[in-house]
């Protein structure tokens, strides 16, 4: 149970930096709507990734 909620923290925190550096790394700084969702995406599938990948079973 510890290291599902490490995991969780973790995710949490990798969703968190893919989401703020996003719009430095594509280099708009405008809003745009469909930019932001992507953005969104972009750190939900990292986080998603990075819970996957950490999976020990």
Do not use: P, T
């Not at 996003?22 to 990075?50: P, Q, R, V």
Request: charged share 15%; hydrophobic share 55%; aromatic share 16%.
């Amino acid at each position: 149970m510890k290291s599902k909620i490490k995991r969780a923290v973790i995710s949490v925190v990798v969703f968190a930096v893919i989401y703020i550096l996003s719009g430095f790394i594509i280099g708009w700084h405008s809003y745009d709507m469909y930019l932001k969702a992507i953005e969104f995406l972009a750190a939900i599938i990292g986080a998603g990734c990075y819970w996957i990948g950490s999976n020990e079973q």
